[in-house]
């Protein structure tokens, strides 16, 4: 079966880190990716993994292991603006298909 | 630059009443896809586009047919609307579908268009 999983809700304070975890089931795997959501527009994309190991990208990382089924978002120095949904999104090797939790919610206070 | 647009961004319209909701790209990807998101869900898959071949998911409802005329433009439209519609709809683009050989094809999401049913 296919499954991603991810906390429904995380809050977290102005110029801290949050790190969001994501553990995932799928049938067969080609690629992890994390985008941003904010409230009632279209996901914007912030990284990809496909091979172990960290990916550095400014503010934000993104970590990956295959054989643990896991991935982390990191965001160092939040701001208000990162206040928004965070999906996980899998890549099914079988069928090519993103595979998407169903978002973290991040809210960030001053 | 917009890259995906997606028009109107909120659309009213009655119970059974059908409605067209329109995509178009200047990345001139490959694939077009359309999603379907209720409020705090996932994005679920409805259908997409390789080129001009239609690729449907098992669970989407005939309610729901698309067409792309071109490389350009893709459409959704729905039948006969029902109340359990009412969703944003989003529309992505990549260049292909796959991950071969570590690439990433990446899918770059339009800004949606918010569906009511009256």
């Known amino acids: 079966g296919q499954n991603i999983d991810q906390p429904t809700e995380m809050t977290a304070t102005e110029g801290a880190i949050v790190q969001i975890n994501c553990t995932y089931q799928t049938s067969g795997f080609n690629g992890l990716f994390w985008y941003q959501q904010h409230a009632g527009e279209a996901p ?16 934000f990382s993104s970590f990956l292991s295959r054989s643990k089924g896991y991935s982390y978002l990191l965001l160092k120095e939040l701001q208000m603006k990162d206040s928004a949904s965070y999906l996980c999104a899998v890549r099914d090797a ?17 | ?19 067209t909701l329109s995509c178009s790209q200047t ?19 409805l259908f997409h586009y390789y080129d001009k071949d239609f690729n449907n998911e098992a669970d989407t409802p005939d309610n729901f047919q698309s067409r792309r005329p071109n490389t350009s433009f893709c459409f959704l439209d729905i039948r006969s609307p029902g109340l359990g519609d009412a969703a944003m709809y989003l529309c992505a683009t990549s ?7 570590g690439a990433k094809n990446i899918q ?3 800004a949606g268009t918010r569906l009511s049913v009256l």
């Open chain 1, 44 to 59: 914007t994309f912030l990284s990809y993994n496909v091979l172990d190991g960290l990916e550095e990208k400014g503010r």
């Open chain 1, 94 to 110: 079988n069928t090519d298909k993103l595979i998407f939790g169903t978002g973290t919610r991040l809210q960030v206070f001053p």
């Open chain 2, 1 to 19: 630059d917009a890259m995906v647009i997606q028009n109107p961004r909120y659309q009213v319209t009655q119970f059974g009443k059908p409605v």
């Open chain 2, 27 to 45: 990345l001139n990807h490959n694939v077009m896809y359309w999603y379907q998101q209720k409020s705090s869900q996932a994005p679920k898959l």
């Open chain 2, 95 to 101: 260049r292909d579908p796959g991950g071969g050989a």
């Open chain 2, 108 to 110: 770059y999401f339009g």
